[in-house]
């Protein structure tokens, strides 16, 4: 946070250096931005295969076969959910919401990717759909589904205001995770990570550029869909400060549950290929 005052005299070239145009860190012009026709075609015939409802203040996981799409609605009332993903077969390959963002920008839809963590580096899902794409950035610099948030945990909420509380999404996750595959709780907290926001509308304050957040547009009907470009394990909290328009971790705020389901299409999308391994050699020079 930057201080109210500053505590050094600006040099006399500072409106020249405050000038100076920015340049964009990872130009993305090299990546294939993907044709989505095909893959709305691929909806035609479709068979739902799974569906889980995932309880207001709880998270629960679920897997996604390569090649099957799944959605993320709202059913109830407007929601918030916090979204990690996983290669099925190794824990280890996760979802990197940093180099997402960084690829992407600070807020997700249609045509953006989930890029996996180093070494491995390749798309664990596509987003195909985005039923709050209209709202793009309001005044306030907000828009929805973010990589910029953590995820709440009881950490940070100890460190801030006391307390054990256990439905933060981290520890929601944790014990979703844990169920899913066995592991103890404290080997499971081990694989939690940095979430995609899912309907969650957030920025930074210009002023002092602080992480924002506010009232979701999110509705019952809304969803967001994803395409898996490999075996996928989800799982998906329904945050404890449901629109998040008052309070991040909370038992007051009004929640609500959020629905997951997995369609199987008929056929692959045309021209989608399974990702394969990152092409760096991984010799770092030497």
Request: glycine share 8%.
């Amino acid at each position: 946070m930057k201080p109210e005052t500053p505590q050094h005299r600006a040099p006399l070239d500072a409106s020249a250096r405050k000038a100076v145009a920015p340049v964009i860190c990872y130009p993305v012009e090299s990546l294939t931005r993907p044709d989505l026709a095909p893959f709305h075609a691929a909806r035609e015939g479709w068979r739902l295969v799974s569906s889980t409802l995932v309880p207001a203040r709880e998270a629960r996981c679920f897997d996604v076969p390569q090649g099957h799409f799944f959605r993320i609605s709202s059913v109830e009332g407007p929601q918030v959910g916090d979204l990690n993903l996983w290669n099925a077969h190794d824990l280890g390959e996760r979802f990197f919401s940093g180099k997402t963002r960084a690829l992407h920008g600070t807020h997700l839809s249609s045509g953006d990717r989930m890029w996996s963590n180093l070494p491995h580096l390749r798309p664990l899902a596509l987003i195909t759909e985005d039923t709050l794409d209209w709202y793009g950035f309001d005044a306030f610099g907000g828009s929805v589904h973010d990589v910029i948030g953590t995820r709440c945990d009881p950490y940070t909420h100890n460190l801030l205001s006391g307390g054990q509380y256990h439905h933060c999404c981290h520890s929601n996750l944790t014990r979703a995770l844990a169920a899913r595959t066995g592991l103890p709780l404290h080997q499971a907290e081990a694989h939690i990570h940095d979430v995609l926001n899912v309907f969650m509308c957030t920025g930074f304050t210009r002023d002092t550029g602080q992480y924002f957040m506010k009232a979701s547009p999110v509705r019952p009907g809304d969803y967001l869909e994803f395409f898996a470009e490999t075996d996928l394990i989800g799982a998906l909290s329904a945050c404890p400060g449901g629109d998040c328009s008052a309070e991040h971790s909370s038992d007051q705020a009004a929640c609500h549950p959020l629905l997951v389901e997995v369609f199987q299409p008929q056929e692959a999308p045309e021209g989608w290929t399974p990702p394969g391994p990152n092409a760096y050699d991984r010799s770092h020079g030497l």
